[in-house]
């Protein structure tokens, strides 16, 4: 049985608030070509956000089979765990910690000093960024976790009853970041968007169910 306190005005503003706002900031991720000229104060602004609003993405997915049981929610529940863990650790070394050293670097009297320590982080395999590097290790954990979860909630969810259009949506946008490689535009704002819209569907198809009983 479907149970009304997901409905509640709490549960919608995360399941489908939390991945819209996600998305919303990461259209304002930089894309820098060279670290010493970024934007820091924008790149700050949007790593000091993501930083909660990667696990509270990955919450709402798990909320959407918060009242289902079986292999499928259970597989939703630990990848989207394994998302946060491993997204939070990745941007906070490659943004956060990145921006705070091009904001001392600029401040500086000679940035160019500060260019290896800066893109020691940002080329690391497990913590960076960098294109010289074929994928951070943390990004690409996080990103198929991400996959995994949405695929695994779109199945448990197709089984309790709903709708083909939303948990299709759902299973297609978590590959935004994996197919793009960033979590940038377009990557970041195509996967979360989807899942917001995803979520905000299957929401509004519970609550005509919870009308009809």
Known sequence: MISSSLLTG???ALIAGAPLLLAIVELFHPHPDDLLQLDVRTWLAVHYAQIPLFPLSALAVTALVTDRTGLAATICRVAMFVFAVSY????????VVTGIL???AQ???DPATWRAAIEAIWAHPVMGGSPLVAAPVLAVLGSVALSVGAVAAAVALKRCGSSWGPVALLAISSFGIGIFRTHAWPGGPLTFGGIAIASAWLLWERNGALRKV
Do not use: L, N
């Open 88 to 95: 939070v650790a990745f941007d906070t070394a490659a943004g």
């Open 10 to 12: 709490r549960r919608i």
């Open 102 to 104: 091009v904001d001392a």
């Open 107 to 109: 401040k500086s009297r």
